[in-house]
C-alpha cells in the first residue's frame, strides 16, 4: 500500500443519483420514540438513523398508513 495516491490523472466524475439516494431534513420526534429507535440500535449495531429509515421505507412499500384516531 503506498503513502500518497495521486488521483490528478483520473478522470473521475462524480455520481449522478448521489441526490437522489437520501436527502437530510429535520423532523420533531417524540422522546419516546428516539429512544425505542436508540435501544433498538444498541441491540442491532445498526444506527438508529438508519432503523428509522428502514421503518418508513417498509412503511412505503406495504402502504401502511397511521391510525388517526384521536381520543376524544
Not at 11 to 30: C, E, F, H, M, S
Not at 38 to 64: F, H, M, W
Amino acid at each position: 500500500m503506498k503513502k500518497e495516491y495521486d488521483f490528478s490523472k483520473l478522470k473521475g466524475r462524480k455520481n449522478p443519483y448521489a441526490k437522489r439516494l437520501k436527502k437530510q431534513i429535520t423532523i420533531r420526534v417524540g422522546v419516546d420514540v428516539l429512544e425505542y429507535f436508540k435501544e433498538l440500535a444498541d441491540e442491532t449495531g445498526i444506527p438508529y438513523q438508519n432503523l428509522i429509515n428502514l421503518y418508513l421505507r417498509d412503511c412505503v412499500i406495504s402502504k401502511k398508513r397511521p391510525s388517526l384516531k384521536w381520543a376524544s
